[in-house]
C-alpha cells in the first residue's frame, strides 16, 4: 500500500471530520494530490485538489466552503478536513497523487489510490 487513508467514521449532520492520507514508499512533494469520493449507487467524483507547492487548490462545487485540502511536506502526507458535514457528503472518500505537479478533476489524472475510508454523516 503506497497511500494509506484514514480518519472515517460516523458524524452527525452539521459536524466535523479530517481525513489524513499518508503517502510510503515514495514521495508526494512533486506531484499534485487529491481527493474524490463515491456514495453508494454512485460513480466516484472529484472533491478537492491542490498542486505540489500548496497552490491550484481547486473544489467540487458541492463542497466549497466547507472543505479543506492541505499537505505537510514533513510528514508526506495530505489532509481533506470537512466542516458542516451533510447527509449527502456521505461516501467513501479516497486520497490519490498525481501523475502531474498541478492536480485536476479527472481520475485519469492520478496514478497512484489509497484504499478509501467510509465517511457517513447521520443522526
Known amino acids: 500500500v503506497q497511500l494509506q487513508a484514514y480518519g472515517g467514521g460516523l458524524v452527525q449532520p452539521g459536524g466535523s471530520l479530517r481525513l489524513s492520507c499518508a503517502a510510503f514508499r515514495f514521495t508526494l512533494d512533486y506531484y499534485a494530490i487529491g481527493w474524490f469520493r463515491q456514495a453508494p449507487g454512485k460513480e466516484r467524483e472529484f472533491v478537492a485538489t491542490i498542486a505540489w507547492n500548496g497552490g491550484n487548490i481547486y473544489y467540487a462545487d458541492s463542497v466549497k466552503g466547507r472543505f479543506t485540502i492541505s499537505r505537510d511536506r514533513a510528514k508526506n502526507t495530505m489532509y481533506l478536513q470537512m466542516n458542516s458535514l451533510k447527509a449527502e457528503d456521505t461516501a467513501v472518500y479516497y486520497c490519490?497523487?498525481?501523475?502531474?505537479?498541478?492536480?485536476?478533476?479527472?481520475?485519469?489524472?492520478?496514478?497512484?489510490w489509497g484504499q478509501g475510508t467510509q465517511v457517513t454523516v447521520s443522526s
Open positions: 490519490a497523487a498525481s501523475r502531474y505537479a498541478v492536480g485536476s478533476s479527472e481520475e485519469g489524472n492520478y496514478a497512484k
